[in-house]
């Protein structure tokens, strides 16, 4: 099993930035891949960004050249770099992690972002 523990978030202006982490612990050995998703208020939770099975990065269109994704399968370590933040990217924001080993996703408790006008 993987058990997942974010960090990160919190209250910032427009246009500002915020850095989340997730540490993963558990059977990390088998994560194939890791990355974040998020869940505004009414809506359905949706993909931001992972780290692939090869390794590639994945972004959803609306983050693209403002989220930067980074991390260490190996480790069990993801981050999100969230510049020029804006108030659509309002959510709980919640790692993620597919395991191979299990075939299962795992999901972490999820830490919120407000972004105000």
């Known amino acids: 099993q993987v058990q997942l523990v974010e960090s990160g978030g919190g209250l910032v202006q427009a246009g500002g930035s915020l850095r989340l982490s997730c540490a993963a612990s558990?059977?990390?050995?088998?994560?194939?891949?890791i990355g974040w998703y998020r869940q505004a208020p009414g809506k359905e939770r949706e993909l931001v960004a992972r780290?692939?099975?090869?390794?590639?990065?994945e972004y959803a269109d609306s983050v693209k050249g403002r989220f930067t994704i980074s991390g260490d399968k190996g480790k069990g370590t993801v981050y999100l770099q969230m510049n020029s933040l804006k108030s659509e990217d309002t959510a709980v924001y919640y790692c993620?992690?597919?395991?191979?080993?299990?075939?299962?996703?795992?999901w972490g408790e999820g830490t919120p972002v407000t972004v105000s006008s």
């Open positions: 993620n992690v597919f395991s191979w080993r299990y075939g299962m996703n795992y």
């Open positions: 558990g059977s990390i050995a088998g994560i194939h891949t």
């Open positions: 780290i692939t099975g090869s390794d590639s990065t």
